[in-house]
């Protein structure tokens, strides 16, 4: 088979345009996923500390060092801790600031609302406790869903692998009995 080299030349130019264009796409979805799948732990993780009586700039210089445990959320947090250091700005210039840039909505959202509670004085403790009891009930109902796919999928496993084949066997015995009558 021949194959115009001039083809090979278009297919392959192709991939690497749609590789180069969706690539940087893949890698920001799934930072934001991993900056998303690590809130709840960030909220729960404040709230103790707020609780042991840490300031919030306290806070987050604690959190920005768990890299480990948060990933790409930490990076997030360390980006706020960084910005509060090295411009001398105070914790929550540099929390409004993260919240502009950051890919997350969710961590967007907290922390226009942190930045809304440390600017009227509102009690952390409060803030943190229900947006910690928020962060559970959204990672509760993000288990119930992957569940649910489970679920379908067992389901469709069910029907096609065990369900088809017994079904397939007694219609091929029907045939043969007819068959055999005739």
Same mark, same amino acid.
């Given at each position: 088979?021949?194959?115009?080299?001039? $083809?090979?030349?278009?297919?392959?130019?192709?991939?690497?345009? !749609?590789?180069?264009? *969706? *690539?940087?796409?893949?890698?920001?979805?799934?930072?934001?996923?991993?900056?998303?799948?690590?809130?709840?732990?960030?909220?729960?993780?404040? *709230?103790?500390?707020?609780?042991?009586?840490?300031?919030?700039?306290?806070?987050?210089? &604690?959190?920005?060092?768990?890299? /480990?445990? *948060?990933?790409?959320?930490?990076?997030?947090?360390?980006?706020?801790?960084?910005?509060?250091? &090295?411009?001398?700005?105070?914790?929550?210039?540099?929390?409004?600031?993260?919240?502009?840039?950051?890919?997350?909505?969710?961590?967007?959202?907290? $922390?226009?609302?942190?930045?809304? !509670?440390?600017?009227?004085?509102?009690?952390?403790?409060?803030?943190?406790?229900?947006?910690?009891?928020?962060?559970?009930?959204?990672? /509760?109902?993000? /288990?119930? &869903?992957?569940?649910?796919?489970?679920?379908?999928?067992?389901?469709?496993?069910?029907?096609?692998?065990?369900?088809?084949?017994?079904?397939?066997?007694?219609?091929? !015995?029907?045939?043969?009995? &007819?068959?055999?009558?005739?």
């Amino acid at each position: 088979p021949n194959i115009p080299i001039g $083809l090979l030349g278009v297919f392959f130019g192709g991939v690497v345009l !749609v590789v180069r264009f *969706y *690539y940087p796409i893949y890698v920001a979805n799934e930072r934001t996923r991993e900056i998303n799948k690590a809130i709840p732990k960030i909220i729960s993780h404040m *709230y103790a500390l707020s609780e042991g009586g840490l300031t919030a700039a306290e806070i987050f210089e &604690q959190i920005a060092k768990e890299e /480990q445990m *948060y990933g790409e959320g930490s990076g997030e947090i360390q980006r706020i801790d960084r910005i509060a250091k &090295q411009t001398g700005e105070n914790i929550v210039s540099a929390m409004a600031k993260v919240s502009i840039t950051t890919q997350s909505e969710r961590l967007s959202e907290f $922390l226009d609302d942190y930045v809304r !509670v440390l600017r009227t004085g509102t009690s952390e403790k409060i803030f943190l406790d229900n947006e910690s009891d928020k962060a559970a009930e959204f990672r /509760q109902e993000q /288990q119930e &869903q992957v569940l649910t796919i489970i679920e379908y999928f067992s389901f469709a496993y069910v029907l096609i692998f065990v369900i088809s084949p017994v079904i397939m066997s007694l219609v091929l !015995v029907a045939i043969g009995i &007819q068959g055999d009558i005739n």
